[in-house]
Nanobody, 124 residues
Framework: QVQLVESGGGSVQAGGSLRLSCAASGLTFSLYAMGWFRQAPGKEREFVAA????????LYADNVKGRFTVSRDNAKNAVYLQTISLNPEDTAVYYC?????????????????WGQGIQVTVSS
């Protein structure tokens, strides 16, 4: 049974930072590209960042580029999202996801497995 479990969320003030982690189990982690998505209240789930299986390529949404960094540790079956300079518009539930096939890292529908999500709240 595949499980993706996010941690590291919470509440911070604008300008603060958080490091989100996602622990994966039940899959051959090193074969999967990993993505981070988020969903704010009343909005659709949106792409945030992704990293290929070998960490050879990363991709970011324009609104987080330069502030968020995605990384992975295949030995630990974990993917991370380091965030800095957070602003209230970053408030959302953040999800990690895993995809085995497909080439479009930002395409939500190509992801096979999803975590339960974790809340990030940024206050002004």
């Amino acid at each position: 049974q595949v499980q993706l479990v996010e941690s590291g969320g919470g509440s911070v003030q604008a300008g603060g930072s958080l490091r989100l982690s996602c622990a994966a189990s039940g899959l051959t982690f090193s074969l999967y590209a990993m993505g981070w998505f988020r969903q704010a209240p009343g909005k659709e789930r949106e792409f945030v960042a992704a990293i290929t299986w070998s960490a050879g390529r990363t991709l970011y949404a324009d609104n987080v580029k330069g502030r968020f960094t995605v990384s992975r540790d295949n030995a630990k079956n974990a993917v991370y999202l380091q965030t800095i300079s957070l602003n209230p518009e970053d408030t959302a539930v953040y999800y990690c996801a895993a995809k085995r096939r497909g080439i479009v890292l930002s395409r939500l529908s190509e992801y096979d497995y999803w975590g339960q999500g974790i809340q990030v709240t940024v206050s002004s």
